[in-house]
């Protein structure tokens, strides 16, 4: 069972709960691991995944390049590595010298896209996108944003 709340206004809340019966999935609940960790630091025990999805996450790490350039060890051959991501490049979040695109290189604009065939083409291909999908974040019951995420699909060739 999950215990939240939802913001409603201000201070209000809705507190909520989820189960998995409730979703239709306690049949399910053995083919899913959660693991909570930093992306760029990751321990060795995550490998040989035919899968990996970083949604929303790499315009939020301080070194996205560390996990990037390393991703490939912790994916199996044909396995595929699928990227989403607004490609909201902060400060905050990330070091203007970190960001792997959304700048001026040699006084052209260098995307993000760019520096991703950049760092994973030595592993990857890419094999479909860019493909902007939106999505939406409830930050209160009145007030939601309204975002696309550029989504790629990359498959371990190497």
């Given at each position: 069972?999950?215990?939240?709340?939802?913001?409603?206004?201000?201070?209000?809340?809705?507190?909520?709960?989820?189960?998995l019966?409730?979703?239709?999935?306690?049949?399910?609940?053995?083919?899913?691991?959660?693991?909570?960790?930093?992306?760029?630091?990751?321990?060795?025990?995550?490998t040989?995944?035919?899968?990996?999805?970083a949604?929303?996450?790499?315009?939020?790490?301080?070194?996205?390049?560390?996990?990037?350039?390393?991703?490939?060890?912790?994916?199996?051959?044909?396995?595929?590595?699928?990227?989403?991501?607004?490609?909201?490049?902060?400060?905050?979040?990330?070091?203007?010298?970190?960001?792997?695109?959304?700048?001026?290189?040699?006084?052209?604009?260098?995307?993000?896209?760019?520096?991703?065939?950049?760092?994973?083409?030595?592993?990857?291909?890419?094999?479909?996108?860019?493909?902007?999908?939106?999505?939406?974040?409830?930050?209160?019951?009145?007030?939601?944003?309204?975002?696309?995420?550029?989504?790629?699909?990359?498959?371990?060739?190497?």
């Amino acid at each position: 069972m999950l215990r939240y709340t939802l913001t409603d206004e201000g201070d209000l809340v809705f507190y909520k709960e989820r189960t998995l019966s409730g979703l239709g999935l306690e049949s399910v609940k053995n083919k899913v691991d959660f693991y909570q960790g930093d992306a760029c630091n990751l321990k060795p025990l995550y490998t040989e995944y035919d899968l990996i999805l970083a949604a929303n996450l790499i315009d939020r790490l301080y070194e996205p390049a560390k996990l990037l350039s390393t991703i490939h060890t912790r994916i199996n051959m044909g396995g595929l590595l699928m990227i989403a991501s607004p490609y909201t490049w902060l400060t905050e979040h990330t070091k203007k010298e970190h960001w792997i695109g959304g700048y001026k290189r040699d006084g052209e604009n260098f995307t993000t896209l760019d520096g991703l065939k950049e760092i994973l083409g030595g592993h990857f291909k890419l094999i479909q996108g860019p493909q902007s999908v939106p999505f939406v974040i409830r930050e209160t019951s009145h007030k939601h944003q309204h975002t696309l995420s550029e989504v790629t699909v990359w498959e371990r060739v190497l």
